[in-house]
């Protein structure tokens, strides 16, 4: 079994009460694969395997995600052989003001997987 080391991003994220659709969109760096599961409350949203960038999801309304929480978990394979790091770009549209993050993690040794885990909450 390999090696698994990653980052954890924690944010809120500002909403209004609208209907308005949030979309979230991700973007796997260096062109290597991940496994992507997107939760919002417990309730799986949209699950990607094998994807580099997964097409933007659709998660609700301003109105309809006040109080929950969106996680989201990215397992990145290093299979660049020209780069062992590895990178997660997320955005959130759709709301008051976009969020934007982008993190990076060194996997070593090299052929390794990263783990991201991001937890967004949803308030005023």
Same mark, same amino acid.
């Given at each position: 079994?390999a090696?698994? $080391?990653?980052t954890?991003?924690?944010?809120?994220c500002?909403?209004?009460?609208?209907?308005?659709?949030?979309i979230?969109?991700?973007?796997?760096?260096?062109?290597?694969?991940?496994?992507?599961?997107?939760k919002?409350?417990?309730?799986?949203?949209?699950e990607?395997?094998?994807?580099?960038d997964?097409?933007?999801?659709?998660i609700?309304?301003n109105k309809s995600?006040?109080?929950q $929480?969106l996680r989201?978990?990215?397992?990145?394979?290093?299979?660049?052989?020209?780069?062992?790091?590895?990178?997660?770009?997320?955005t959130i549209?759709?709301?008051?003001?976009?969020?934007?993050?982008k993190?990076?993690?060194q996997?070593?040794?090299?052929g390794?997987?990263a783990?991201?885990?991001?937890?967004?909450f949803?308030?005023?």
């Open positions: 079994m090696l698994i $080391k990653g954890t991003l924690v944010d809120e500002k909403v209004d009460n609208s209907d308005n659709p949030i979230v969109s991700l973007f796997i760096g260096f062109g290597q694969p991940a496994f992507i599961e997107i919002l409350g417990q309730v799986m949203i949209a990607y395997n094998n994807r580099n997964p097409p933007s999801t659709e609700g309304t995600v006040v109080g $929480k989201i978990t990215v397992r990145v394979e290093d299979k660049n052989e020209n780069s062992d790091e590895s990178s997660v770009g997320l549209e759709g709301v008051p003001t976009t969020l934007n993050h993190l990076i993690w996997i070593t040794p090299s390794g997987t783990q991201y885990l991001i937890d967004i949803f308030g005023f």
